[in-house]
């Protein structure tokens, strides 16, 4: 339990967090009065499932756009803004309802501009989080924004159900759109608590085009990013079509609200227990808590009464705690800082913007075999993930390998220029017998040049000299390429001197820039500056006595 709620004591941390805890109440307000109300005004499933993917489904198009925003600003002022718009929103759902003019199709587009705001929202907050505890504490950050997350689910819900049986769904609108002005607060008053982080500077589509490179050369992280998406798509049922569900075992908003608190109980016992069972269960953890979700959505399926339908629900919050903190930390501890927005945005991504994909469909099955039987189906596919989960091979959490970066290492001055692209060919002569093994570290260093900001890698053998290999790499820009080497982690940086290693003699490398024939750069200043980065830095650096060419 001291591990568990050590982030708290560090004061950024903590305030954030307690403001968290009522934006998130505001948030089930909000979620228990859009799906009832839309239910009242169609009367489907489809239509509720829409409600319900509202929020979340423009990530499909703007989380790219997001993570890249994330790193290259400061992650506050764009947390402030997604907060500020979010507000907006359900200040005009509160105000139309109230009015009396609200229709599903301006319900629903309101809806759409939350979610917009949350596309902005979550990598920003996600990537937020090293920066404001020590690295050993962000598993604990996770499961605590977790638990954060299920107070609110285990009492906003019921507050909701109430607010819409009692005043209406106007009330549950406006008292989210309150809600978001603590998180405001808090995040202005950090201004000065936060350390200022080096942003880079990149076009929008290139900086897209690294964290998608990132996650493509990162194989575990591909994976990872994998399971929560197909996660997502079979679990989102549960939620979804839960007060069709609930008017089936003959409920109300009352009891719709006191499922969505049943689930949000057990979520907050997950977020509590998620180190011991995560301990316990060491490799098998996210196969098991998924596995669990699954047969906890097809008791739910099957529950004759509400009764029966509260205990599904406890289990899944639980499971879905369990399962969730495990892959999100993991993601996070995977992730180095320059890449941290759009690390969490394609993993918000393959999560939550894969939710309303499963949302929409679980309404659709719903339609057509009930909300009991979309429940079944659906969480059946959940359970035979779980069953094959080991195959995608995620590590423990506490066997993930962090990138990282000696706090001293050097970065030296460079001269301010333009070019590109930037073709980087290193040359080595090698003996026959270390062909095979050059090619394996070749291999590896292949992914850190593509996962680093190249965007193409090839190695060439002399056609007149078949021990005579070139590693060939592209970079967009110079610029780009001086700031390759300043994502070189440790890890890396030795996996390159090991490539260093091999040959006769010390790797030739060479640098071709792309010349503007009409403005010719000053190449002395040019070689001089890059000379040093090779000498002092972590790539294959040319050796002292080794011409710059």
């Known amino acids: 339990m001291a591990q568990a709620v050590a982030p708290l004591r560090i004061a950024r941390f903590r305030a954030l967090w307690l403001a968290s805890i009522f934006s998130n109440l505001g948030s089930f307000l909000q979620a228990v009065a859009g799906a009832w109300l839309m239910l009242q005004l169609t009367g489907s499933a489809t239509w509720v499932g829409m409600m319900v993917a509202s929020n979340t489904l423009p990530l499909l198009f703007l989380a790219l756009a997001a993570g890249a925003v994330a790193d290259m600003l400061d992650r506050r002022r764009v947390l402030i803004a997604a907060q500020l718009t979010m507000g907006a929103a359900a200040a005009a759902m509160a105000v139309l309802t109230w ?91 950090m201004a000065r608590r936060l350390p200022a982080a080096d942003r880079e500077e990149a076009s929008m589509v290139n900086a897209i085009a690294l964290g998608v490179r990132f996650a493509r050369f990162t194989p575990t992280f591909r994976r990872l990013l994998a399971l929560a998406a197909l996660f997502a798509l079979t679990s989102a049922v549960v939620q979804a079509v839960l007060p069709n569900r609930t008017e089936e075992l003959g409920g109300g908003p009352g009891s719709y609200g006191i499922l969505l608190g049943a689930m949000g109980l057990g979520a907050l016992f997950g977020g509590l227990t998620r180190g011991p069972i995560a301990e316990r269960l060491g490799e098998r953890s996210v196969p098991a808590t998924i596995v669990l979700f699954g047969l906890a959505g097809v008791g739910l399926g099957l529950a004759p009464s509400i009764a029966v339908a509260v205990v599904a629900l406890v289990v899944a919050g639980a499971a879905w705690v369990w399962t969730l903190a495990t892959l999100n930390a993991t993601a996070q501890l995977m992730s180095p800082q320059w890449v941290r927005g759009r690390a969490m945005s394609l993993y918000t991504l393959s999560f939550v913007g894969v939710l ?50 000696e706090e001293e290492r050097p970065i030296p001055e460079h001269v301010d220029t333009e070019g590109g692209p930037v073709m980087v060919v290193n040359t080595w002569v090698l003996d026959a017998e270390e062909i095979e093994p050059f090619l394996e570290v070749m291999h590896e260093v292949r992914l850190v040049r593509l996962r680093t900001g190249a965007y193409r890698w090839r190695l060439y053998r002399d056609a007149a000299d078949p021990h005579r290999l070139s590693e060939v790499f592209l970079t967009v820009s110079w610029e780009e390429h001086l700031a390759q080497h300043r994502r070189i982690d440790d890890a890396s940086a030795e996996l390159l001197r090991r490539a260093r290693r091999f040959g006769r003699e010390d790797p030739v490398t060479r640098h071709l820039v792309a010349v503007d024939v009409e403005h010719p750069e000053d190449w002395q200043r040019l070689v001089a500056a890059h000379e040093q980065y090779h000498a002092r830095d972590g790539s294959i650096p040319l050796s002292s006595d080794q011409p710059a060419r």
């Open 356 to 405: 309303p994909l499963g949302s929409i469909l679980a309404g659709w099955v719903a339609d057509r075999l009930g909300a009991g039987g979309a429940e079944m189906l659906l969480s059946g596919g959940a359970v035979v993930l779980g069953l094959v989960a080991p195959v995608f091979r995620i590590p423990p959490l506490e066997q993930v390998e962090s990138p990282l970066f």
């Open 99 to 189: 009015v009396g003019v609200i229709t599903p199709e301006l319900l629903l587009g309101l809806g759409l501009v939350m979610g917009v705001g949350l596309a902005f929202n979550l990598p920003a907050w996600q990537a937020l989080i090293p920066d404001l505890v020590p690295r050993g504490m962000v598993a604990s950050a996770v499961a605590l924004n977790s638990v954060a997350f299920n107070v609110a689910r285990s009492v906003g819900p019921a507050i909701g159900g109430l607010l819409v049986a009692t005043v209406g769904p106007e009330a549950g609108f406006g008292i989210n759109a309150l809600s978001y002005l603590g998180v405001v607060v808090v995040l202005a008053w």
